[in-house]
């Protein structure tokens, strides 16, 4: 039993503030493999009139995984996985990791682009991420759509089966946000 000790690793994920994570299929993913990004799309995809009517600074988001948090990026892929598998909508990242300066930017164009301030906002720590969905060679972001709308609110629900907070259940419903909450972390930069 020494030697078990000894081998065992620790656990990629702590399902202790999840709760809620029965779904076998969820679990085995979480815990197995380490699941892989998708290939960037083109960046005139994210161009589009429709885009650019509802996320108008999309083409500056940055939508680079690697500056995202290891255990958010995998929770995240985890929903992507089983949103295509389970109900057929394919995910695509419109923004992850926010410096402060762009956070501040869109925090001046005011409370209907976004309420947080620089580092008030977990995109600073890579623990945030807007998505839409991608069907038919085009980023779907409408709220209007009411298969987007369905998508959204099947998002929420995987979402907080992985440990993830949706923005659809905020009083100023952004429904393509995830964040993984950690104590602690907003206004860390702020406070030094």
């Known amino acids: 039993s020494l030697l078990a000790l000894a081998v065992h690793r620790p656990a990629v994920f702590?399902?202790?503030e999840v709760g809620r994570t029965t779904d076998r299929q969820i679990a085995v993913l979480l815990e197995g493999e380490q699941l892989v990004p998708p290939p960037p799309l083109p960046p005139e995809a994210f161009t589009t009139r429709e885009v650019?009517?509802?996320r108008p600074d999309a083409i500056h988001a940055?939508?680079?995984w690697s500056l995202?948090?290891?255990e958010f990026t995998q929770r995240l892929l985890v929903v992507y996985k089983l949103m295509k598998e389970r109900h057929g909508y394919e995910m695509v990242l419109i923004e992850g990791y926010r410096s402060p300066e762009r956070q501040a930017r869109l925090f001046d164009q005011g409370a209907h682009v976004t309420q947080a301030g620089a580092n008030m906002s977990y995109h600073q720590y890579g623990l945030?991420?807007?998505s839409a969905f991608f069907k038919d060679g085009k980023v779907v972001i409408s709220e209007r759509d009411p298969w987007a709308m369905r998508g959204y609110q099947l998002y929420g629900e995987i979402a907080a089966q992985v440990g993830l907070t949706w923005g659809g259940n905020w009083k100023m419903q952004d429904y393509g946000h995830v964040e993984l909450r950690r104590p602690g972390v907003l206004g860390r930069a702020a406070a030094h």
């Open 62 to 64: 940055s939508r680079n």
């Open 14 to 16: 702590d399902f202790a």
């Open 68 to 70: 995202l948090d290891a």
């Open 128 to 130: 945030a991420a807007d």
């Open 52 to 54: 650019e009517m509802v």
